[in-house]
């Protein structure tokens, strides 16, 4: 069988056998995971982690299929272990099974899908020499934009001129680095458009303009001790490259693409509505999964808006953008894995929210964070969320350091891996495949450990430090 087909059919073999108890809770039964269930999901990680360093060629040809090869390892025993005296039996874990794919992966890949497809037909022309300034000015733009076009938005729209003004450099796998860091993480602070956990707060009941008023001065402050360490850094390695320099030329600068820019108001507008107006009308209720009409138009309105501009835009703009679909399928590949295997993960920590409640905020941004850089951040946000009490109008006045916390720890901690925001896989592909060298997992957890740590003590200790 085509593995795609079978990469397919673990999201769908689940819900074929319990078929029967689609709106019926009568059969619902509480499943407890053992730590054993867990496997699967360290499985993938660590072979994202160890495969390109082994064999890279082996790894990118192959990745699609180790992927599905660890979500049916997952799936499969589940489903045979959920075998009742009246067959096959719905559970709440089971429930969160079918989640994951219809409210989480699905909706989290059609807006990656979007902004990666609209993004990457702007093409931004000038003969842009990469010098600490300009690359200063590149970050600061991008992580100005990521709050109100989304992280994938502003990253597929800079990485690539980005990478093309700094071509003539020989050390530049910092740059992509803190690109990483504050243009496809922290950049994505300040409204729900910025970063999934945000958008997931938003659905809560949390105001859309409450993370622009409360996370504004620790993203500033964050953002500018990196930008300030990032100038130092670059201007190092630009001092020793000077004699490489390309001769000063007019910039010339011009956007090409300017109808896509309609198109991304278009995917801002339909993620807003989709909040504002949410209503109880569910024309499908697939496994005791109720997917609203208003998501439902979303993510028609997401797709139809990237076909559009993949329609419009010339294939002539694309290829100058050296635009290919690859670290789009590498991320829905991968990402589809870690969805999957990452339930009994989430579903532990979800069983201890008692725990969870009595922690101070400066505990909540930690532990938010950490696991945030290495379980899918939304669901991470949404399991703190929830055991700091799940009222949103609480939460925003009487809680306001704990939400503030989680809101931070989710957002700002996904710099921490590749894995912990879609962009950076993203940003990485883009990089490699413009043949520069980038950190491998645990290179780049080096790179995040050694500055990201020391600047989130700091953070942390003076917001949180006196809060309780």
């Avoid at 690359?135 to 990478?163: E, Q």
């Avoid at 622009?212 to 390695?237: E, R």
């Avoid at 807003?272 to 499908?284: A, E, K, R, W």
């Avoid at 101070?360 to 899918?376: A, I, M, Q």
Wanted: aromatic residues 18%; contains cysteine; charged residues 10%.
């Amino acid at each position: 069988m085509n593995y795609k087909i079978t990469f397919l059919l673990f999201f769908l073999f689940p819900s074929l056998l319990l078929g029967n108890s689609v709106g019926d809770d009568s059969h619902i039964i509480q499943v407890h995971f053992s730590l054993y269930w867990i496997i699967p999901f360290i499985g993938i990680l660590l072979c994202i982690a160890i495969f390109p360093l082994i064999n890279e060629r082996f790894w990118h040809k192959n990745f699609g299929k180790i992927s599905a090869f660890w979500a049916l390892l997952f799936a499969i025993p589940f489903s045979l272990n959920l075998h009742g005296t009246k067959g096959f039996v719905f559970s709440d874990v089971l429930h969160n099974f079918s989640h994951a794919i219809l409210l989480e992966y699905i909706p989290f890949i059609v807006l990656l899908f979007a902004l990666f497809t609209i993004s990457g037909g702007i093409v931004l022309r000038g003969n842009f020499v990469g010098t600490p300034g300009l690359n200063l000015l590149f970050l600061l733009i991008g992580t100005f934009l990521a709050s109100w076009m989304g992280t994938t938005g502003a990253a597929m729209l800079l990485i690539r001129p980005l990478i093309r003004a700094n071509q003539w450099r020989e050390n530049k796998t910092h740059i992509i680095v803190f690109f990483i860091f504050l243009v496809a993480n922290i950049g994505g602070s300040l409204t729900p458009l910025g970063d999934p956990p945000l958008f997931i707060g938003f659905l809560k009941g949390i105001e859309f303009f409450w993370t622009t008023q409360h996370m504004f001065l620790p993203m500033l402050f964050v953002s500018f001790i990196l930008m300030v360490l990032f100038y130092f850094i670059d201007n190092y390695y630009y001092k020793k490259e000077l004699a490489n320099k390309p001769a000063k030329q007019p910039v010339n600068f011009s956007i090409q693409g300017k109808i896509n820019f309609i198109l991304l108001v278009g995917v801002i507008i339909s993620v807003i509505l989709s909040g504002v107006y949410q209503n109880d009308f569910t024309p499908l209720i697939i496994f005791n999964n109720k997917l609203p009409l208003s998501f439902i138009l979303r993510d028609i309105a997401l797709f139809s808006l990237a076909i559009i501009s993949y329609k419009i835009t010339s294939m002539s703009l694309r290829k100058e953008n050296s635009f290919t679909w690859f670290p789009i399928m590498e991320v829905a590949k991968l990402f589809a894995g870690i969805f999957i295997t990452v339930i009994p993960a989430l579903s532990i920590l979800g069983e201890k929210t008692d725990t969870f409640s009595k922690l101070s905020s400066e505990v909540y941004f930690w532990l938010t964070g950490s696991l945030s850089g290495f379980l899918d951040n939304a669901p991470t946000y949404l399991v703190f969320f929830q055991a700091a009490g799940g009222n949103a109008e609480i939460l925003m006045n009487e809680k306001f350091y704990i939400l503030l916390a989680i809101s931070s720890g989710a957002v700002f901690m996904g710099a921490m891996t590749y894995i912990g925001n879609a962009p950076n896989f993203m940003v990485r592909s883009i990089a490699e495949e413009n043949k520069i060298k980038m950190p491998s997992f645990f290179g780049y957890m080096a790179w995040s450990i050694l500055i990201l740590i020391p600047i989130f003590f700091l953070y942390s200790f003076i917001w949180f430090g006196f809060k309780g």
